[in-house]
């Protein structure tokens, strides 16, 4: 029996993208943002239909993805330090057509069926699911809100309504999600940003409440909220309402950076109970925070 010739294998090399350093950290970022190149592109199965794997999904995913981040930051400092729009912001409501630009895609964009992970292409199939879903909320939220009150004759109920956009918030969420469970990604480089977003967001919004606290009070009782009885040197906070925003929203976002970093142990003298009752929460949620990451 003669010998057998030993079989031929061809060694490919395989790129190794799993590196340490900060640059290669950034390109996996980029790739949950899904900035990479990908073969797919708008289809026709059935009728129009979009490929949530072809890059034009991918940069209309990310261009919603930024503007949830403003739409998120934006709503409380809208609620709570304007009671309308003025002039020179209202510009920033023609944000919501993008919003709703979105909603009509989503009519469109084909899914991944959770039980036999195929994707599904019907139209008919792709507009249930998404009505039944997070349809009504994505819709609400494109409402011109700011319009309708000062149409109403300024009803306080209709700007409780801006709220409903802090729910795109929940695309910030799923792409840290994302993120966290990329295991070319380092999950501690993943947690630390992530802490610093919530700290952030969180710092801001209570920096607003603080201030719409300070505003239910009449102009005639501002001396008994913790910003009109504010003193800071010769600087004193009378008649806060006409001061320039940026020195009220600093010293709103002071007041909550305090509040957090002391445990409601505030420097800044409270004089309501709402103010109090806030004050308290916030050094919960911030014991909440330590426990938490």
Not at 2 to 19: A, Q, S
Not at 169 to 178: D, G, L, S, T
Request: net charge positive; glycine share 6%; hydrophobic share 40%.
């Amino acid at each position: 029996m003669g010998r057998r010739r030993p079989e031929e294998y061809e060694l490919n090399e395989v790129e190794d993208t799993i590196t340490g350093s900060v640059g290669s950290r950034m390109r996996l970022v980029s790739s949950e943002l899904g900035l990479r190149k990908t073969a797919s592109t708008l289809c026709a199965r059935g009728g129009f239909v979009i490929d949530p794997r072809s890059r034009f999904c991918n940069c209309w995913q990310q261009i919603i993805f930024l503007w949830s981040i403003f739409s998120s930051f934006f709503t409380p400092l809208e609620f709570c330090f304007f009671r309308g729009l003025p002039d020179h912001l209202v510009s920033l409501e023609s944000a919501q057509i993008i919003f709703l630009v979105d909603v009509v895609l989503q009519f469109f964009v084909a899914y991944k069926d959770l039980h036999s992970y195929n994707m599904v292409y019907n139209r008919k199939s792709i507009a249930i699911r998404y009505a039944k879903g997070s349809f009504l909320v994505d819709f609400l939220g494109c409402v011109p809100w700011d319009a309708i009150y000062k149409a109403s004759g300024r009803r306080e109920v209709m700007r409780y309504m801006i709220w409903i956009r802090l729910y795109r918030a929940r695309k910030v969420a799923q792409f840290f999600k994302r993120m966290e469970k990329d295991v070319r990604i380092n999950y501690l480089f993943t947690r630390i940003v992530k802490l610093i977003t919530v700290e952030l967001y969180c710092t801001h919004t209570a920096a607003c409440i603080f201030y719409y606290l300070a505003t239910t009070l009449p102009p005639a009782e501002e001396g008994y909220t913790w910003i009109g009885s504010l003193t800071m040197g010769d600087y004193k906070y009378i008649n806060f309402r006409e001061i320039d925003f940026w020195t009220r929203y600093i010293t709103s976002l002071y007041f909550a950076i305090v509040t957090m970093a002391t445990v409601g142990k505030l420097s800044l003298s409270l004089v309501s109970l709402p103010n109090l009752i806030a004050s308290s929460r916030g050094g919960k949620k911030n014991q909440g925070f330590g426990h938490g990451f």
